[in-house]
């Protein structure tokens, strides 16, 4: 029987004696490893470590032993030079051959186990887009810092510039220059939180979380030249209970201008500049009169209600929860200066005049917005203070 071993020699002795001159009496050579069965052999295996192998991993392995730098078929191609140069070509041409065959089916294994893998990948790295997402919350401005903003900007547009004063105040800042006689009821109608009481020294010289802005009225005049327009937004304290509409820290807005020639006048535009931008422009205003110690004559500004225009004041008219059908909605304490403030401020009385006047700022906020509870605003939650975004 011919063996593969002697067909290959057959083959080649044919090469030889067809192969032109000068090689013609070279002798062959025997390269095991370059007989066809070797060849063979080498392919089979390659083959099945490729079909065999389950993972990119093996597959890798497979591709090292089979058609690596010490794979069988590649150390058999390098055995080429060995043989007489007649043979090489066509040896080379079937290791190449099968080597070809080789890497066509690491290819396309390859391709395959990438499909696999991909199609696993996609099961076992699936996102549910329907989950809720881990959203991150953001801040907001709160809208009692807004609100004061807001009606800081409606005065100082009008020229007035922003003043601020200490929340620990010296009691003569926030009592005595403002014309609050030591023993006078209202510095306890104010339910003052005394942080230093000093009894018995002339005068007040204590110490208070203030009560009111007014007292930067009083540290305006002593430290700006006149004419002067102010307004200051700030927080006061007061010695009570909390309840839907009182709070112990609220927010204050203090306005003054004090100027040659200034009326009553005067005020009640500055009144109605700031009803226009808090409420809407045509709320009409009245001043009745009051009292405060710093201002004479003093008023207070109410607003007609921007709810129901009035309407709920008629008999048999639907109620009103804003203005509780009274048609007007009380917003402010003003006054003209009293001269006794120019005075302790060294200003003459005679020459200059001025307006005051001081709002609560959660006040205003809750009314332009319906907000029951005053609580509302010092929550702290941000649904709350988003809601309001920019505007009052
Ligand atoms: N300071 C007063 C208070 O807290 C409010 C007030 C009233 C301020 C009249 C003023 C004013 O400037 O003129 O109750």
Redesign the pocket.
Known sequence: MRTLAGSVRAHWKQAIRTMSAPNKNYDPVEVTALSPEEIERALEAALGAIAAAGSLDELKAARLAHSGDRAPLTLARAEIGALPPQARAEAGKRVGAVQGQVKAAIGRRQAALEKERDERVLIAEAVDVTLPAARQVQGARHPVSLSAELLSDVFVAMGYEVAEGPEVEAEWYNFDALNFPPDHPAREM?DTLFIARQDGLPGSSGIVAR????PV?IRSLLTRPLPLYVVSPGR?YRNEASDATHLAAFY?I???AVDEGLTMADLRGAIQAFVDVLFGAGLRTRLRPDY?P??EP?ADVSMECHVCRGASVKPGADPCRTCRSMGWIEL????MVNPRVLVACGIDPDRYSGF???LGVERALMLAHGIGDIKDTTDGDVRFSRAFGMEL
Do not use: W
């Open positions: 104010q009560t009111h802005t007014s009225q006061v204050q203090e306005g003054l405060f710093f201002t003093s402010a304490g003003c006054g005051a006047f001081g």
